[in-house]
């Protein structure tokens, strides 16, 4: 049973509304509450202000009872010592009565005089922060009872708008329906009859409560929430003013229905978004308020999708990323799942049992940019290296920068050379064995001299290779069954590059030896004879040293790279070569089954 919003207010509070506003038998509107609230607020308004007022006065007053303090401490000490040397004249002149001691008693009698004085201001300026002080006290006290006013004003209005839904939920109404239907060639006349008008009846059902939810005066908020709680809408009566087959094929009612809601005692509260406790008494705790309420099974929904760092929202509620499990009450819910460069997944789901939803997610088709970054996911989950885009144009390469080229599309190329860590993913899932392992020989620079070292290969260098340190000892043909095992993991196009993309994502545009300018900076790379912890020693991890303005890493020294030359041409320079032979257009030749522990390789990724 719903109790009377007057009943609720004067158990509330018969205090909060003043005999001029409502009258006392009398439920007020929201309006009417709204404009309490509105004066409430500029009470509060004024209030503040006058209390940050009286603040400031505190703060002045406080201040100059310090300062008269700190005046009266200094008086008292002159005083203290006029009288020390008042009572010091008066002893010489006892033994001496030609002393003079007017002038002594002079000092003594005005520092006495400026004590008293400022004694006087002393007492005054703390009764004038004592007074000060108090004032401060009503006023936040005055702050206080309208803050508390204008949340038991806030409480009064819900309680007002939970009425006025109910008493606008409670008409009921005749709706005029015309329902067209495509009967089955097998049913008799009156079966058709009969489904079409239980169909008409499901049409008035709805047309009734989208009706009656759009004339409530916040019908933005209710129908918002409909889902929530039921109406448990009734036909009343109704009667039908023509059915019958109208074109041979297809059998049309037009009826008149007449319908009522009977929503349950929380129902409005549901449909407004506010807390249960404002469609009952203030201090019912009753355990039987709700029995009405219908119970509503809960289900699990799993949602997961083919991109990581997403957000999933479920009836406009963020539940993190995927993969995620809610649990939901049967029915429809609105799923939407977002990712910033990604079309987003939007989908109203009817939900009658655990479900399990899987999401794909589609790239946005946005504008390439030169060094935008990327990386595709393998079937294992891990990511691809990472790809940096270059654009198609004409650039400059070649020594002195003085062949022009032009190119023709665009491609991401490896923001490093592949990593140890990364080709051992490829070998763990392959069982690959490299051309060094097979001839069980890798070369190497020995006292000058090109070497091939036994039992040397990609694991085993010659040198200790943190994870993240370029993969070495990789021959042309094993670079070559790198990026196929890629390709075929991810479903997009991997290669090596060619020697005028190398060269051209390597410049980045200058047109200078290296990146940064025509002449070697030592603590740029890792070449020999370059001051760095590694020249001479070993490789370096790939990110040791900055990145060129595309953000690609070690095309200047480190490891020689593999291009798809069927000449052997590696590009960028070593770990133990001149920094000259790092330069952006020079070369080394290599068979290619042939591999070093100074050559590596970096991959390209084409892009349509």
């Known amino acids: 049973m719903r109790t009377s919003l ?11 509304m003043s005999t ?5 038998d009398t439920a007020p509107s929201v309006v009417a509450i709204d404009d309490q609230l509105f004066t409430k607020h500029t009470e509060l308004k004024e209030a503040r202000k006058a209390l940050n007022e009286q603040e400031t006065t505190v703060s002045r007053l406080t201040t100059e009872l310090e300062k008269t303090n700190s005046i009266s401490a200094e008086l008292s000490d002159k005083f203290a010592a006029a009288k020390k040397q008042l009572d010091s004249d008066y002893k010489r002149m006892i033994d001496d009565p030609s002393v003079d001691i007017a002038t002594t008693q002079a000092v003594y009698q005005g520092a006495w005089n400026a004590l008293k004085t400022s004694q006087s201001d002393k007492l005054s300026a703390a009764q004038s922060l004592e007074e000060g002080q108090l004032e401060l006290t009503k006023r936040k006290a005055a702050v206080t009872a309208l803050e508390q006013t204008i949340a038991e004003f806030d409480e ?6 939970v009425a006025r839904l109910n008493d606008e939920l409670e008409p009921a109404k005749q709706v005029n329906v015309s329902f067209t239907n495509r009967c089955q060639a097998n049913m008799t006349l009156s079966q058709c009859d009969g489904q079409t008008k239980e169909l008409a009846l499901q049409k008035a059902v709805k047309q009734f409560q989208s009706e009656l939810l759009a004339q409530t005066t ?3 908020v209710v129908v918002a929430n409909a889902n929530k709680t039921p109406l448990n809408i009734h036909v009343l009566r109704h009667t039908t003013s023509q059915s019958g087959f109208y074109d041979g094929e297809r059998y049309r009612a037009i009826m008149d ?3 009522e809601a009977r929503p349950n005692d929380t129902a409005a509260c549901h449909l407004l978004g506010v807390d249960k406790q404002y469609c009952f008494a203030p201090g019912y705790t009753s355990g039987d308020q709700f029995d009405n309420e219908k119970e509503i099974a809960w289900v699990t929904l799993s949602v997961r999708s083919n991109q990581y760092n997403d957000k999933v929202f479920v009836d406009g509620v963020a539940y993190g990323s995927t993969p995620v499990e809610v649990m939901l009450p049967v029915g429809q819910h609105h799923i939407q799942i977002h990712k ?7 989908q109203n789901l009817t939900i009658k049992s655990d479900h399990n939803l899987k999401a794909v997610l589609k790239q946005k088709a946005n504008p390439l940019r030169a060094g935008d970054r990327f990386a595709d996911r393998l079937k294992t989950g891990n990511k691809a290296p990472q ?5 198609p144009g004409r650039y400059l390469i070649g020594e002195h920068a003085s062949d022009q080229v032009t190119l023709d599309h665009a491609f991401g190329m490896g923001a490093t050379p592949i990593t140890v860590s990364q080709f051992e993913q490829f070998v763990a899932q392959t069982d690959y064995q490299t051309d060094s392992e097979l001839k069980n020989t890798c070369t190497a620079i020995v006292a000058g001299e090109v070497t091939a070292v036994e039992k040397s290969y990609w694991r085993n260098p010659g040198f200790k290779q943190s994870p993240h340190a370029p993969v070495v000892c990789i021959s042309q043909n094993d670079a070559q069954a790198y990026v196929k095992w890629l390709s075929q993991q991810t479903g997009a196009h991997y290669r090596l590059p060619s020697e005028d993309e190398w060269e051209i994502a390597a410049r980045a545009g200058s047109q200078a030896n290296y990146w940064w300018g025509n002449n070697f900076l030592a603590g740029n790379a890792n070449t020999g004879w370059s001051s760095s912890p590694w020249s001479n020693v070993s490789t370096s991890p790939v990110t040791a040293f900055k990145a060129n303005p595309l953000g690609i890493y ?22 133990n070569f001149s920094p000259s032979k790092a330069v952006a257009h020079e070369r080394l030749y290599l068979s290619s089954s042939s591999s070093a522990n100074y050559v590596g390789f970096r991959v390209v990724r084409d892009i349509n």
């Open 156 to 161: 009064v209005k819900i309680r007002a708008r």
């Open 554 to 575: 070690d095309t200047v020294g480190n490891v020689w790279q593999w291009t798809d030359s069927s000449q052997g041409i590696t590009k960028g320079g070593a770990w």
């Open 387 to 391: 790809v940096v885009t270059v654009l």
């Open 20 to 24: 001029t506003a409502f009258a006392e």
């Open 257 to 259: 229905v007449e319908l």
């Open 218 to 220: 916040e019908s933005e």
């Open 340 to 346: 910033d460069g990604y079309n987003s997944f939007d």
């Open 6 to 16: 007057s009943t609720l207010l004067l158990a509330l509070s018969p205090c909060l």
